[in-house]
Each structure stands twice: as structure tokens, then as C-alpha cells.
């Protein structure tokens, strides 16, 4: 059985380089919905239903634990999944199963020696990024789904309930990474006006958290928007990558669950998939992982 990555599109590479660095010896699906992506412009509804598409089929391709490397899906769709429709997909979990191998929060289905189960993104960030504010002011620079749903600041504050939290949504960043423009010219604009909009709401901030797995690969920029910032207080911002996190957390859940741990076999493989054109998205994925990927187009839809 294999860990599946899913992402609306190119964004959980970012996760999945981590995460096999971190742990290599696993086998991995990762499934890149390009076809409908960017997710973050739209609605519970559809962002929860082609969520749930994804799980499907991953599970289908014989995924025991699926990671939504996505903080929109995470923040849309991810609780429901566990709460409603993991025991629906499988069926046979008795509440008296559920509640013996869940932690509290957690719904673990049990299909006769199967266990699977759905995580996120949010909560592993949300745990370390307190640690990491000297001012105690945090912005979060998300898809506008994210921002709606207020994951962020709901979850940070029951943690730390005296962060001053900003939240900015960037609707045109993942467009421009799915269209490989990231690196343009063009692209400055919508990273300075962003960013100048979020520092200028709370000139405070130091942590800026990329609550979206696409923006790591936009983190040249960033740099570059704080190296040219006049500001000095902006100069030392910090932007918060999730990668390491969710490696970090996942090493750490396998450790406490080893009723995933060993159900998961050991080949150190990974196979791309993409609903999406298969040779673009491989040599995106070639270019971004520094490694040769092949990729596989699928069809996800029920
Ligand atoms: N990588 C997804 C996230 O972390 C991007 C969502 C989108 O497709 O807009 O939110």
C-alpha cells in the first residue's frame, strides 16, 4: 500500500520532495488535478467534490493514508472526508472500531485488514509557526478559499490565542505557477502588490506563512520583494515553507499509528499522476523535483 500526495496541481511537489526525503523508504501516488486547478477560487462545493473524487480513486489505486498537500482542500474539504464520507466509502467501521484506533478528532475506517485514512496540511503548520514569531504578528498569505474558511486563524488561535493574525489572499499566484509564469516579469506585480498589501495592513508582521503549497515555488521572488523593500522591518520578514513540517508530522504520526505504519510497503517508487497533459506536467515536475519524472493523464471523475 502506497502514501498518497494530492495537490489541485503542481503545489504538493513541494510537500512530496520533503516528505520522501524525509521518509524514502515508502512507495507514493501523487495525483496533480491540473485539469481543474487553480481549486482556490472556488466553492465549498466544488472544492469538496473534487476533493472527494481524488480520495476515491487514490484509495482505488491502493493509497492507505492520503496526505491533502493542499491547504485548500485541507481547509474545505478535509473534515468532512473524515467525518462523513470515509466511513461511507468503506462501510464496515463500527463506532466501537472507530473509537479504538482513533486519536480524538480523528475517524479511521476499517475494511476487513484495510485502514485508511485522510490528513492535512494546516494543522502541522499551525503547531510550529507560533514558535517562530518574535513579534507575535503572523500573516497568512493563502488561495482566497483558504482565507474565506478562516482555518488559519481559527486553528492558531486556539493554540495561541494573543497572535495578531493577517490574512491576505492571493487569487492570481496559482494561476501563474499552473501556467509556468512564475518567473515572469509579469509576475512581479502580483507578488509586490500582495505582499505590500499584507505588510502595509500590519507593518508588525515578521512570519509570513505560505499557506499554500503552490508558493514555495514563487520564493525567489519573495526574496526579491524583500531584498528591494524600503521598509527595514520588512527586510526581515521570514516566509514559512511547509514542506519540512509536513514531513516532520507525518514521520511522527507513522511512529504513533502503526496500524498504517505497516500496511505500507517499501519500494522507495513514486508514480506521478496528472488528470491533466501528462508530458507537461513530467517535465514541471522534472524541472522542480531535479530528478527525470514520467507521468501518467488519468480520468478522476466519478
Ligand atoms: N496548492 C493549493 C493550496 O495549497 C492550491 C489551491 C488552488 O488550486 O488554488 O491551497
Redesign the pocket.
Known amino acids: 500500500m502506497k502514501i498518497g500526495v494530492f495537490?489541485?496541481?503542481y503545489?504538493?511537489l513541494t510537500i512530496l520532495k520533503q516528505i520522501r526525503e524525509r521518509l524514502p523508504e515508502y512507495d507514493y501516488l501523487y495525483l496533480g488535478d491540473n485539469a481543474r486547478?487553480?481549486?482556490?477560487?472556488r466553492s465549498f462545493e466544488c472544492i469538496y467534490h473534487y476533493t472527494l473524487e481524488a480520495v476515491e480513486y487514490m484509495l482505488g489505486q491502493g493509497c492507505a493514508l492520503i496526505i491533502l498537500?493542499?491547504?485548500?482542500?485541507?481547509a474545505k474539504a478535509l473534515r468532512t472526508i473524515q467525518q462523513h464520507d470515509l466511513p461511507r466509502i468503506n462501510g464496515e467501521a463500527t463506532p466501537r472500531e472507530l473509537c479504538s484506533l482513533g486519536t480524538p478528532g480523528e475517524r479511521l475506517v476499517v475494511s476487513g485488514k484495510r485502514i485508511v485514512n485522510v490528513l492535512g496540511?494546516i494543522r502541522p503548520t499551525v503547531e510550529v509557526v507560533p514558535t517562530l514569531t518574535r513579534t507575535g504578528h503572523i500573516g497568512i498569505l493563502?488561495?482566497p478559499?483558504?482565507v474565506s474558511s478562516e482555518s488559519y486563524v481559527l486553528e492558531l488561535k486556539k493554540i495561541a490565542p494573543a497572535l495578531q493574525i493577517t490574512q491576505q489572499a492571493c487569487p492570481m499566484w496559482?494561476p501563474l505557477i499552473?501556467a509556468g509564469e512564475h518567473m515572469s516579469e509579469g509576475a512581479d506585480y502580483f507578488v509586490n502588490s500582495y505582499l505590500g498589501e499584507i505588510m502595509r495592513r500590519d507593518p508588525e508582521i515578521d512570519t509570513l506563512v505560505l499557506?499554500?503549497?503552490?508558493y514555495p515555488l514563487l520564493l525567489p521572488k519573495l526574496e526579491a520583494y524583500r531584498q528591494k523593500t524600503q521598509d527595514t522591518r520588512h527586510k526581515t520578514v521570514q516566509f514559512v515553507a511547509q514542506g519540512e513540517l509536513v514531513a516532520e508530522s507525518l514521520a511522527d504520526y507513522l511512529k504513533r499509528h502503526p496500524e498504517y505504519e505497516t500496511q505500507l510497503s517499501r519500494g522507495g517508487n513514486c508514480l506521478f499522476q496528472t488528470t491533466d497533459d501528462a508530458q507537461r506536467f513530467a517535465d514541471a515536475a522534472t524541472l522542480f523535483l531535479g530528478q527525470r519524472v514520467q507521468a501518467q493523464q488519468v480520468t478522476i471523475e466519478n
Do not use: F, L, Q, R
Open positions: 495537490d489541485s496541481g503545489g504538493g486547478a487553480p481549486y482556490g477560487v498537500a493542499c491547504n485548500t482542500a485541507s496540511v493563502a488561495t478559499a483558504t496559482v499552473e499557506g499554500c503549497t503552490h
